[in-house]
């Protein structure tokens, strides 16, 4: 099993930044896809950003500009720089990875808890 955990969120100032974590643990052979997702109260889940194997990243038109993703496959671990922050950044993210099995053909996407940041005055 696959168990993945992320960490960094809290309260920050309009234009202020914040760094998310994110690490995978278990058995697995390679993580293709590692992506950031956020949810706002009453909204549609949606993606924030995607760092592929190749380090091709894509970024929604929202964030571009402002926020930065990484990965350390040394590590298994993934980041979200987010700077300048703005009020509707505010939600839950999640991080995802989609995670090759290993002896398997199979691709599987894991997710972490979630983690609230909160942008405010």
């Known amino acids: 099993q696959v168990h993945v955990v992320e960490s960094g969120g809290g309260l920050v100032q309009p234009g202020g930044s914040l760094r998310l974590s994110c690490a995978a643990s278990?058995?697995?052979?390679?993580?293709?896809?590692m992506s950031w997702y956020r949810q706002a109260p009453g909204k549609e889940r949606e993606l924030v950003a995607w760092i592929s194997s190749a380090e091709i990243t894509y970024y929604t038109t929202s964030v571009k500009g402002r926020f930065t993703m990484s990965r350390d496959n040394a590590k298994n671990t993934w980041y979200l720089q987010m700077n300048s922050l703005k009020q509707e950044d505010t939600a839950v993210y999640y991080c995802s990875a989609n995670v090759q099995i290993k002896d398997s053909a199979s691709n599987i996407d894991y997710w972490g808890q979630g983690t609230q940041v909160t942008v405010s005055s």
């Open positions: 278990g058995t697995f052979a390679s993580i293709n896809l």
